[in-house]
């Protein structure tokens, strides 16, 4: 496609449980960024990947929280015990660079996966 | 740490008017971006309008503009003849020009055009 995918759409997942979201970055994109929107909230960062590696993760809010990117494409945020307080919409972004110093280069959002945790 | 705050969290305007939505932000950096970006029930996130911080000129995009005043650190959105397809969540963001390029954004400002 030509643009961000994630999947799934709505997610719905009991307390203790394990999740892991999809993304799908546009073809060629060697950034990846995940954020996490809580309601009534801004997103907020969680990790970002330039190409296979983990360029940064300070975001992520605890250990329970991993993502990958083996391949340099296809990314996969993975929930251990989900919490209530976890239920947010995941937004996945991506962009030709996020290399540093780089002039700036656009990035796009996929639809996000609204996560829900009873 | 840089923040972004969006002190309106609800505005409306009638169909063709014009509004302000206020944004400021504090940082230290003094190389970042400043963008808008329109949030719709679809969720996705739609770039606006961006500014990059040594450009005195305030940018403009059709009907969007900006009143960037960088020593206030404050970067407002002006939406001329608004159309009901402007009804949305708007996000203003920050971005440190030189790691990363992660954003840091507000809580937002949810906009209703009324007919």
């Known amino acids: 496609g030509a643009g961000v995918s994630q999947t799934p759409s709505n997610k719905v997942t009991e307390k203790g449980k394990y999740v892991e979201l999809r993304c799908d970055p546009i073809s060629g994109h060697t950034a990846l960024y995940w954020y996490r929107q809580s309601l009534g909230q801004g997103p907020e960062f969680l990790i970002y990947f330039q190409g296979t590696g983990a360029a940064d993760d300070s975001g992520l809010p605890n250990d329970r929280f991993f993502a990958v990117r083996p391949e340099g494409s296809v990314s996969t945020l993975k929930i251990q015990r989900t919490e209530r307080g976890d239920s947010a919409v995941y937004l996945c972004?991506?962009?030709?660079?996020?290399?540093?110093?780089?002039?700036?280069?656009?990035?796009?959002f996929g639809p996000g996966t609204r996560l829900t945790v009873l | 740490a840089q923040t972004v705050t969006q002190s309106q969290p609800e505005m409306s305007v009638q169909e063709a008017e014009t509004v302000t939505l206020s944004c400021t932000y504090d940082t230290s950096e003094n190389n970042y971006y400043l963008f808008w970006y329109k949030q719709p029930p679809s969720r996705q996130m739609i770039l606006v309008i961006r500014q990059e911080a040594y450009k005195q000129q305030n940018a403009t995009e059709n009907r969007f503009s900006v009143n960037f005043q960088k020593a206030a650190k404050s970067f407002s959105l002006k939406i001329s003849d608004s159309q009901l397809g402007d009804t949305a969540m708007y996000f203003c963001?920050?971005?440190?020009?030189?790691?990363?390029?992660?954003?840091?954004f507000g809580t937002g400002t949810s906009l209703t055009v009324i007919p």
């Open positions: 963001a920050f971005m440190k020009r030189d790691t990363g390029n992660q954003f840091y």
């Open positions: 972004a991506s962009s030709p660079s996020g290399l540093a110093g780089h002039s700036y280069n656009e990035q796009f």
